[in-house]
């Protein structure tokens, strides 16, 4: 079975919205308000590594596949299967991506074998593959600042409890955490 993984850039009071940019106020936060530290960074080229494919929800699709193709530093992306889950979708331009059209897709998809499926951004499809009981694990880059309002990762408010264990953790000179959380079943 594979191991699916949401990775996010995450502000303290929990909004992961327009991290490099987007329709956020303060889309862009990421890189606009908190000094680089390349060390924080160094678990998103562990993850480009290590994952076998793309998992993304319609709108970061919409936002990744103009962008990331022409981006050298995402070239392990660009070449492994991309999955988006959506409803509406028919036409995927992106190289090498398949459309999903629901949630018991994703569910078959992580039930075959392969190296893990990573889902980048996407606050609504992160939250819906945790309440089905779909993540395994997190990995959550957390910046020292508090935007207020916006997607969050852990928003819904009839969300089931979930129990988490802290697997690997680290903080950096910019203030930004790291924390790699495995869900407990």
């Known amino acids: ?40 960074y160094e678990i998103k080229g562990r993850e480009q590594e290590e994952a076998g494919a793309l998992l993304i929800g319609r709108v970061s699709y919409d936002e990744f596949a103009p962008v990331w193709p022409k981006m050298e530093e995402f070239a392990e992306y660009n070449a492994m299967p991309k999955y988006v889950v959506s409803t509406t979708l028919t036409d995927p331009q992106w190289h090498n991506t398949t459309v ?37 694990r997190y990995h959550l880059l957390i910046f020292p600042i508090l935007l207020g309002g916006g997607k969050r990762l852990f928003a819904p408010q009839d969300a089931e409890k979930q129990k988490l264990k802290l697997v690997e953790h680290a903080t950096y000179g910019n203030g930004v955490q790291m924390a790699v959380y495995d869900v407990v079943r």
């Open 100 to 136: 999903l059209r629901s949630l018991d897709e994703v569910a078959a998809l992580k039930r075959g074998d392969g190296a893990p499926l990573l889902v980048h951004g996407s606050a609504n499809l992160a939250q819906n593959l945790a309440a089905a009981g779909l993540v395994d």
């Open 1 to 40: 079975m594979r191991q699916l993984i949401v990775t996010e850039f995450m502000s303290l009071d929990g909004v992961i919205d327009s991290p490099g940019g987007g329709d956020h106020p303060h889309a862009g936060w990421t890189f606009k308000d908190i000094e680089m530290d390349e060390a924080a």
